[in-house]
């Protein structure tokens, strides 16, 4: 079994920063994709950063040049790096990999920013 750990949300203002930290621990193996979704009140849940066993790198439109999603194989964590926050970034974020093909998610970490 895999447990993920998020951390690192919390309250901030508009134009603050945030990192948010993912630690995969049970029998995370040869971790291939990462990433980071979240999901705002009433909206849909989103992809919004994914790394491949490979360090390629993709970003939803709305957070190219501020959010920058990286990984540390060693210690089976993915990280977003989240730069000039917005109001719209509120969000529960949640971290997901994929290992051995099958699909785990974290319990989520609210982000609020406020304007």
């Known amino acids: 079994q895999v447990q993920l750990k998020e951390s690192g949300g919390g309250l901030v203002q508009a134009g603050e920063s945030l990192r948010l930290s993912c630690a995969a621990s049970?029998?995370?193996?040869?971790?291939?994709?990462m990433a980071w979704h979240r999901q705002a009140p009433g909206k849909q849940r989103e992809l919004v950063a994914s790394?491949?066993?490979?360090?390629?790198?993709n970003y939803v439109d709305s957070v190219k040049e501020r959010f920058t999603i990286s990984r540390d194989n060693a210690d089976k964590t993915v990280y977003l790096q989240m730069n000039n926050l917005k109001p719209e970034d509120t969000a529960v974020y949640y971290c997901?990999?994929?290992?051995?093909?099958?699909?785990?998610w974290g319990q989520g970490t609210q982000v609020t920013v406020s304007s």
């Open positions: 790394i491949s066993g490979g360090g390629t790198t």
């Open positions: 997901n990999i994929i290992t051995q093909g099958r699909l785990y």
């Open positions: 049970g029998s995370a193996f040869s971790i291939n994709r």
